[in-house]
């Protein structure tokens, strides 16, 4: 690999790492960031690399740079999320500034149907923990959500499972269950809202919405998450980085 490869690399680490600051709300819309030299020696890289990863932040909208004043969060209207980031959707509505909640939290046990039993690689009928709720910003309805996962993560603390419903899935699966995720497999699609989901988020029928179905994966590989989440179109601000194929060498 060549050392503009590298460099890369590097610089898209330290825009990773920055991101994830501002999902988690240590860094949240309108805070400056500290000076380069400061920010670039406590993540123990180059001022090159930092700008790299801030002209990136920049290009997405994430953050704003003036000359002689420095660089900030954005304030967003919206909650900016960017695609190509396994974001909890606690996580993105801190990191624009609003206060997540929930109401209509239900979570029960029942048979895995096909379906689920394929994506977490059970067998059907298997028990699984189902996490039903909607989310709020700021107290509006913005997400509903149906988490599935197996049972059988859970039979070392089953006075545990209440917790589920209560904050960040990944934040709590982490902490009270020992379950890390290491990554997650997304499909998204667009469609208007049925009578169910408009209930659920409190408007008309046929809103726009955007239905997320993914599978998260512990880092030993195995399938310990199937989520089915609907969001409100016009509360999220959805991002995507396209890379080109880079230079090819032969």
Known sequence: MGSGARSKLRSLAVRDRLLSRIARGTLRPGSQLPPEPDLA?????SRATLRDALRS???EGVVTRSRGTGTFVSHAPRMLTTLDSNFGVTEAIRAAGMEP????AITRIEPASPPEAARLR????DDVIVVDRVRTADGRRVVWSQDVLPATLFVRRPEALPTLARGSMYETLDREFGVAIHHGVARFVPMKADGTTAQRLGVPRNTLVLYLQQVDFDDGGRPVLSSH???LADAFDFTVIRRGPGRRFT
């Open 41 to 45: 020696a406590e993540l123990g890289v």
């Open 57 to 59: 932040l920049q290009d």
């Open 101 to 104: 909640g929930f109401e209509e």
């Open 122 to 125: 059970l067998a059907e009928g």
């Open 229 to 231: 989440e609907w969001h």
